[in-house]
């Protein structure tokens, strides 16, 4: 069964703090999204990781990818209120797999 | 600058009425996804389709149909509406084979009474 493992699922995390998500999938291709979704919204593509070693830094965060332990990690730098979301790993497999999400909350 | 439009944001409709959520995107993808996502449970994958005419079962496609009959649209039919349908309904597109990120349409809230 093909899964995508998000953890934490919740992350509740002081502002100027660092933070990482992580995400684990079970298949061997090796293309990963994390999307950003604000409550009630769509959801907003943040990084494209096709290839070992991808590593994608905007603003405050920073996304990789590891395909040998089939592994991505998305490290939040000094967070801010404004980061306040649900991050959610997407495997593609030709069908789109999603991990759970993370929802995070930034407070002073 | 839109991407991938569904037909409504907000939709109320009666038990065992027919609904139609349809799903337009203008990138020339070939590939179209429906999930729906439920608190608690996450976004789950209900259809989705490869090509014109073509359509896969994903994972949770009881009580639900799917029509591709042009490349740009995507339709998600609920033969008969029950309240366990109501949901947010999130419909997608990717280009095929070439690794470039799915974009999503604005969601749809489905309430069934």
């Known amino acids: 069964e093909l899964k995508v493992e998000q953890n934490p699922l919740f992350l509740s995390m002081q502002e100027g703090k660092n933070y990482t998500i992580y995400c684990n999938y079970s298949t061997t291709s090796d293309r990963l999204y994390w999307y950003r979704q604000d409550p009630g919204k769509s959801l907003e593509s943040l990084f494209v990781l096709l290839s070992n070693g991808a590593v994608k830094q905007e603003g405050r965060l920073m996304a990789s990818l590891d395909t040998k332990a089939r592994l991505s990690t998305l490290h939040i730098t000094a967070a801010v209120h404004d980061l306040s979301a649900t991050y959610f790993c997407v495997h593609n497999t030709d069908k789109l797999i999603f991990g759970t999400g993370t929802r995070l909350q930034v407070f002073p | 600058d839109v991407k991938v439009t569904q037909s409504s944001r907000y939709l109320v409709k009666r038990t065992g009425e027919k609904v139609f959520l349809e799903c337009v995107q203008d990138m020339d993808h070939e590939n179209m996804f429906w999930y729906r996502q439920d608190p608690g449970l996450g976004l789950r994958l209900i259809y989705f389709s490869y090509d014109v005419k073509m359509k896969e079962k994903g994972d949770i496609p009881e009580g639900y149909s799917v029509s591709r009959e042009k490349k740009e649209r995507f339709s998600l039919i609920l033969e008969s509406a029950s309240t366990n349908q109501t949901s947010m309904y999130l419909c997608?597109?990717?280009?095929?084979?070439?690794?470039?990120?799915?974009?999503f349409g604005q969601g749809t809230r489905l309430t069934v009474v």
């Open positions: 997608a597109s990717s280009p095929y084979g070439t690794g470039d990120e799915a974009f």
